[in-house]
């Protein structure tokens, strides 16, 4: 199975604006411990989305890394890679509907979403 994980500061979410240190060492230690979790699991194959500030920073052995620069959409990127995957693990902010859209997108592709639905189950 192909995961794409995406955590949104560590992802590019904030990729054309600075990053707070705050956000950006909690946002690293969500990803780093996903990544060690998956990492433990047989016949999974990890497809990740990482802003080019963190590459070095964050343990990616085994991992398909995909850089994300200032001139990057992030946005097209995850879009890009998650109609490869068979699902998307996106850990991000539900403040602006962040998190909404990004599980919209996975929904629209097909992909298993390893999260709650966009939408609340009735």
């Not at 705050?22 to 497809?47: F, P, W």
């Not at 991000?92 to 609340?120: F, V």
């Amino acid at each position: 199975m192909k995961i794409l994980v995406f955590e949104y500061i560590t992802g590019g979410g904030l990729n054309k604006q600075d990053l707070p240190d705050a956000l950006a060492k909690e946002g690293r230690m969500m990803l780093q411990a996903l990544l060690d979790n998956l990492a433990l699991l047989s016949n999974i194959k990890v497809e990740l989305l990482l802003d080019w500030r963190f590459f070095g920073k964050v343990d990616t052995h085994n991992v398909n890394v995909f850089l994300i620069h200032p001139h990057h959409d992030f946005s097209a990127q995850f879009k890009q890679l998650a109609q490869t995957c068979d699902a998307v693990w996106p850990i991000a902010p539900e403040s602006d509907g962040i998190l909404q859209n990004l599980c919209k997108i996975a929904e629209q592709y097909g992909c298993n979403l390893l999260t709650s639905p966009s939408l609340p189950i009735s």
